[in-house]
């Protein structure tokens, strides 16, 4: 009876040493990730109206929408910035924003050795001069 933990063991070993390898070469080769993975976000500028709701439902209040007004009284947006640092990656600024400027990219890479680097600007500058020349 002695040894038989043993060879179980390594039958055990043996029966996966021959079998198909699983491990992904990373850095090589990237993961094929399923397409509703959630990695970092992108903004489509045009698109947005800078109202404030998918600052308004992040739960950790993550991001940060600066806005300015125009002379017909019209919200235009001016900066757009999102610490990922404490982000959850929830998805609930996406769901919420009404003019569907707001997406999930499956770009996952986001590591940074300094906290100042979480920070993603999505947008700096303004759209007002865009807007007045078209």
Do not use: W
């Not at 990922?84 to 996952?108: I, K």
């Amino acid at each position: 009876m002695l040894g038989v933990g043993l060879v179980k063991g390594l039958r055990t070993t043996a029966a996966n040493l021959f079998g198909k390898a699983i491990t992904e070469q990373y850095p090589e080769r990237k993961p094929n990730l399923p397409p509703r993975s959630h990695g970092s976000f992108t903004l489509e500028a045009e698109k947005c109206n800078a109202c404030g709701v998918c600052s308004n439902s992040c739960p950790n209040n993550v991001i940060t929408v600066s806005s300015e007004r125009d002379e017909n009284k019209k919200r235009f947006l001016t900066g757009y910035q999102m610490d990922l640092g404490y982000c959850l990656f929830c998805g609930l600024c996406v769901e919420s924003c009404p003019s569907d400027a707001l997406h999930v990219d499956n770009n996952f890479e986001l590591s940074a050795y300094y906290r100042d680097d979480t920070v993603q600007t999505l947008f700096e500058g303004a759209l007002k001069k865009q807007v007045a020349n078209e």
